[in-house]
């Protein structure tokens, strides 16, 4: 089956060929089930340097090839697409090589971990003509989705302030190599980890609004990683946004609350509470908290990067969502390494066009 790209003017066979880079959890759990169904596309081979791993997504993949390393992959294969799994110090080389190789990207978060390789990214993206796409699934959790919603049909009026909590357990994430600990792997502690999804859902709320002054204060796991963050941001209008993430929690829970000029939407991990002219409460079948995989969360992910590709939905609108979103995390760890200081958003926009 053929299909025409009208923006790009270029023809796609489908189903796409892709391979998924790094087979640890979220791409066993997450990636693989969606795209093995999804007749829109084939993975035809797989990149990952463990064993264990191989044959794991040899048992899902039976017919994929098999691949220690990036270089063998591009030298060896035909792809429409390649899926980054893998650690997010891992991203950028993916990224790239990709890029370079003329293959479109969908990639786990955080998309990079440094200014440095942002700007390689973006630039390699414009110069080799590829989609490059952030996983943001957590903006279509139901609970944020409604949340949205409520905001776009200003059912509280014009937003005055944000406040989002997350709460974990020492313990929480890791991986398969608990590789959420390592700095040199993860590129940040809770804010790169948790702080990524709260930022791009503020943001989506806020889109309008761009963001004035970060100011950030941390605590340290072993003086390595943050395990706790606070980050206040001040948007256009004078909307003070809030957010506190903690490993130290001894329970699991998301929660925070909107105030608008007319109401408050109040957020409770599985349910909403609407408070403007009456007193709505939302119910949903999922929480916040609840797991780390969040398949059905990545059901609208894999139809909007596909929608992007095929130039149903207008090129680029992630990518700049997952550069904003970076920006403000790396103004947070400046603000920290600064005292907590207030510090300007002065580049974002630059950098953005």
């Given amino acids: 089956m053929m299909y025409l790209n009208t923006q790009k003017n270029i023809f796609y066979s489908l189903p796409l060929r892709g391979a998924i880079i790094g087979f640890g ?23 990952d340097p463990d064993k264990e791993r191989q044959n794991r997504a040899k048992k899902i993949f039976p017919d994929a090839r098999i691949y220690d390393d990036l270089d063998s992959l591009f030298g060896n ?31 786990e978060k955080p998309l990079v971990t440094s200014l440095e390789q942002l700007n390689k990214v973006l630039e390699a993206q414009k110069k080799y003509d590829v989609l490059v796409y952030c996983v943001n699934n957590w903006r279509y959790a139901p609970v944020w989705a409604k949340t949205i919603e409520l905001v776009n049909r200003n059912y509280i009026g014009e937003i005055r302030e944000i406040s989002l909590f997350v709460l974990r357990t020492p313990k929480s994430g890791g991986g398969i190599t608990d590789w959420r600990k390592k700095r040199q792997i993860a590129g940040g502690g809770i804010l790169m980890d948790h702080g990524w999804h709260n930022i791009y859902f503020v943001n989506s709320i806020l889109k309008n609004n761009m963001p004035i002054y970060v100011s950030a204060r941390m605590r340290f796991l072993d003086h390595d990683l943050e395990d706790e963050a606070e980050v206040n941001i001040l948007y256009e209008g004078q909307i003070k946004v809030n957010l506190f993430l903690t490993w130290r929690s001894n329970h699991r ?68 969502e997952a550069a904003k979103c970076f920006y403000l995390i790396s103004l947070a760890y400046e603000s920290y390494q600064k005292g907590s200081s207030s510090l300007e958003v002065c580049n974002i926009i630059k950098l953005q066009d």
């Fill in 77 to 107: 294969e035909s792809l429409d697409f390649v899926d980054i799994c893998t650690p997010p110090a891992y991203h950028a080389e993916a990224i790239l090589k990709a890029c370079e190789s003329g293959v479109n990207v969908l990639c």
């Fill in 25 to 47: 959890g979220v791409a066993e759990y997450a990636h693989a089930p969606l795209l093995k169904g999804d007749p829109r596309f084939c993975i035809t081979s797989i990149v």
């Fill in 253 to 320: 829970k998301n929660y925070g609350h909107i105030i608008g000029e007319r109401g408050e939407i109040k957020i409770k991990d599985d349910y909403l509470i609407l408070n403007n002219d009456s007193i709505i409460r939302y119910n949903f079948n999922s929480s916040l908290s609840k797991g780390s995989h969040h398949l059905e969360w990545m059901i609208p992910v894999i139809d909007d990067f596909f929608n992007e590709l095929m130039g149903k939905k207008r090129r680029g609108e992630n990518i700049k």
